[in-house]
């Protein structure tokens, strides 16, 4: 198998979760000559406005769904990657008690087999040698996170089989499948702590005290990549995403000094690997490069 270019692929749920998970990462490969091509499978169009320094009012999906559409193809320019739609429908987040049910057509209520194929022809046509994707509880409990994982998962098994999805091109077999694991208690509490001893306000402490009252269990971790020089294009993909993310909120309220020293890295989890590697890893593609 030819291995020059190295392609990588990160499947993600919405536009703007390739900007919050992983995204150094592909900033980092895409500089060194890596093609990167992230897959959004939904459209992002049941987002509500989460910045609030956004200063228009939107309240269509289908306006909603073209404003992403720039934020998104802005964000890539600024990761240095390609970027391909799946083409599904936002679920939302269901929210009350009970749930209310998930809306007709949305993504999370697709019977599995039509993403995996739209999944798969994208596979063969761009031919990843490592998938990057959500572990199977999606990171967070989203429904389009879950289907994202399982679509995910269920494409990079097909996508090497010549008897599965017929017709939507040559097999082709990725190497490596991992998980994103960005929002680790590891990373949150590390965090917590830094900002805490420098003597400066932690956005986590709720954060910190809550994962620790319900004790999710942790994954492990079995991958560190060394990205904190490409932190400045993450922060720019997650800017760009300007009706989700407040530059003067959450994900901006750890001084960049302060995470280049304790967390200069983004962390996967290895879960298939077809080819010969030992963890802990530094590089997705350990054991795939030919040097
Ligand atoms: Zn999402």
């Not at 499947?11 to 979760?17: E, I, Q, R, S, T």
């Not at 402490?205 to 079995?222: D, F, L, N, Y």
Request: with cysteine.
């Amino acid at each position: 198998m030819s291995t020059s270019p190295l392609r990588l692929m990160a499947v993600h749920a919405h536009p703007d979760d390739e900007s919050s998970k992983g995204a150094a990462t592909t900033a980092r490969y895409a500089a060194q000559g890596v093609e990167v091509l992230v897959v959004t499978c939904t459209g992002g169009e049941r987002g509500s406005i989460l910045n609030p320094h956004y200063g228009e009012v939107v309240a269509e999906p289908e306006q909603m769904n073209a404003i992403r559409q720039v934020e998104m193809r802005h964000a890539a320019q600024a990761l240095g990657v390609s970027h391909r739609w799946l083409g599904f429908i936002d679920s939302g987040l269901p929210e009350g008690d009970p749930l209310p049910p998930l809306p007709p057509g949305c993504f999370a209520l697709e019977p599995l087999d039509v993403p995996t194929r739209a999944l798969v022809e994208v596979m063969r046509e761009f031919r990843p040698h490592v998938v990057t994707t959500y572990d199977p509880s999606g990171g967070y409990p989203h429904p389009d996170h879950i289907r994202c994982h399982e679509v995910s998962w269920a494409a990079f098994h097909a996508a090497g089989d010549a008897d599965a999805f017929v017709g939507t091109g040559e097999p082709w077999q990725p190497l490596k499948l991992y998980y994103n694991h960005d929002f680790s208690m590891n990373r949150v509490s590390t965090l917590h702590r830094a900002m805490i001893d420098a003597g400066l306000e932690s956005p986590y402490g709720g954060w910190v005290e809550s994962r620790e009252a319900r004790e999710i269990p942790e994954r492990q971790a079995t991958t560190r990549v060394e990205c904190a020089d490409f932190f400045d294009h993450r922060d720019a993909a997650l800017r760009a995403h300007a009706t989700q993310i407040d530059p003067q909120g959450f994900f901006f309220a750890v001084p960049r000094e302060v995470e280049r020293q304790v967390w200069p890295v983004e962390e996967y989890e290895l879960a298939v690997s077809h080819v010969p590697t030992s963890v802990p890893e530094d590089d997705l593609f350990a054991g795939i490069r030919n040097d």
